[in-house]
């Protein structure tokens, strides 16, 4: 039976990008060819079993795994494991300026190698070309025309994966050596922007999570490592049941609710169902669900790998809704503080004592924790003018996160935008 062969992009033919910078607009017009014709590409190889050839001896091999690359980095700098020379028979070895690429995760996504490795048959090699140097390849490969032909080759073979005759059939566009450094460097500045950005995301979201382990009482302790200088002659944080400061919510869901169905995302909150799935989950009886309104929370007594002891949120992005029986609904009392709560639980202050109430029965990993047993649990009560300045303190942080997240992100749609403007599209390079 016949294999059906890549929808080539291919045949050779001269053509330009929408933006040019000013000094190649009177080049010459670009240069098609397919990958296979400018370079070699070919699939790695796995010795096997793999066990009998890893080696702790510094002078083995480079040996790549999918796991040793970061999937937002650029360059392969290094291997966690190495393997004897014998195995070069039954692998691929691959040079500094190759390009390999995984046909399983990060599916289509090239990497440029900095070290000489060898690579498993997850992973497909594009070697150095003279004609196209490793940078300008690596951004147009990333571009989002070569990767929307990965994926429809892919689908369209009837396979889950890349094979080395889908992407020797990509079609690339290259200018002069010249212009090909120009479009490089340019793409690359936006990267070390768009890099150096995100560090500071990174050092906003530790900072927050410092604050936030200094802002409550550790365990064993009556009061937080840092207080602000106005309350730290005041009393000391008091211990009560939540019951004591919130009551249980359990208003029965009417028909005209039937629409606002939320979920509870660990990542984003209470959201609705409808839009966290792109459809309704829930079944048409929903006499049994529970009606919220905003600033109720909810918890969710289910153990995730981000939420040992399961997850609570406040509705905050909503005015009402209502949610499955099997969350626990309550309502911290008026004079209290919601985004103060809202806060103490994210710190994880509450977890010590969720401990002491696992049910050694639980199944399905739900701890089926009562809403009066979790309500039975001990909390840290500052005094709402405290609450106040907690919580005013940690949310203009969050503010400060979401605003460096959406300059992130603006920064990578002006990269995407400006990677359709600098490659031709795909359809002018058939």
Request: hydrophobic share 35%.
């Amino acid at each position: 039976m016949k294999k059906n062969k890549p929808k080539s992009q291919t045949k050779s033919k001269a053509l330009i990008p929408k933006l040019r910078f000013p000094e190649f607009r009177n080049a010459p017009e670009w240069e098609v060819k397919t990958l296979g014709n400018i370079s070699g590409v070919v699939r790695g190889g796995s010795p096997r079993p793999i066990d009998g050839f890893l080696t702790a001896d510094k002078c083995g091999l480079n040996w790549l795994k999918i796991g040793d690359v970061d999937k937002e980095a650029k360059y392969v700098t290094n291997t966690k494991e190495k393997v004897r020379k014998e195995a070069l028979s039954k692998t691929r070895e691959v040079n500094p300026g190759d390009l390999i690429l995984s046909n399983s995760m990060s599916f289509g996504r090239p990497y440029i190698l900095k070290i000489k490795t060898c690579i498993h048959d997850g992973w497909i090699a594009i070697s150095t070309s003279i004609r196209v140097n490793s940078e300008y390849l690596y951004y147009f490969i990333a571009s989002p025309s070569c990767q929307t032909y990965f994926v429809s080759n892919a689908a369209g073979s009837g396979v889950q994966n890349l094979n080395a005759e889908i992407i020797k059939s990509l079609s690339i566009a290259f200018p002069k050596k010249q212009e090909q450094q120009k479009i490089s460097d340019c793409l690359s500045s936006l990267d070390e922007l768009i890099a150096a950005e995100s560090k500071k995301l990174e050092f906003l979201k530790a900072h927050k999570k410092g604050l936030m382990q200094q802002l409550f009482p550790a365990e064993g302790e009556t009061v937080p490592r840092f207080r602000f200088p106005e309350f730290r002659n005041k009393s000391k944080w008091r211990c009560k049941p939540l019951h004591k400061i919130a009551t249980p919510v359990s208003g029965k869901a009417l028909e005209k609710n039937k629409n606002n169905i939320l979920t509870l995302s660990g990542e984003y909150g209470l959201v609705l169902q409808s839009e966290y799935f792109g459809k309704r989950i829930a079944g048409e009886n929903i006499e049994r669900y529970i009606r919220i309104s905003r600033n109720d929370f909810v918890y969710n007594d289910r153990t995730t790998k981000s939420f040992s002891y399961g997850s609570i949120k406040r509705l905050s992005n909503y005015e009402g809704g209502i949610v499955s029986p099997i969350y626990k609904c309550f309502r911290f009392n008026a004079g209290e503080n919601p985004v103060f709560w809202e806060w103490y639980f994210e710190s994880g202050s509450h977890e010590p004592q969720l401990h002491g109430l696992i049910n050694e029965g639980a199944r399905a990993g739900r701890f089926n924790i009562s809403s009066e047993k979790f309500l039975s649990t001990l909390a840290w009560h500052p005094e709402p003018p405290e609450q106040e300045k907690i919580a005013d303190c940690l949310s203009s942080l969050d503010e400060l996160i979401a605003t460096q997240s959406q300059k992130i992100n603006k920064l990578k749609t002006h990269k995407k935008g400006l990677m359709q403007q600098l490659f031709p599209s795909a359809n002018e390079v058939k």
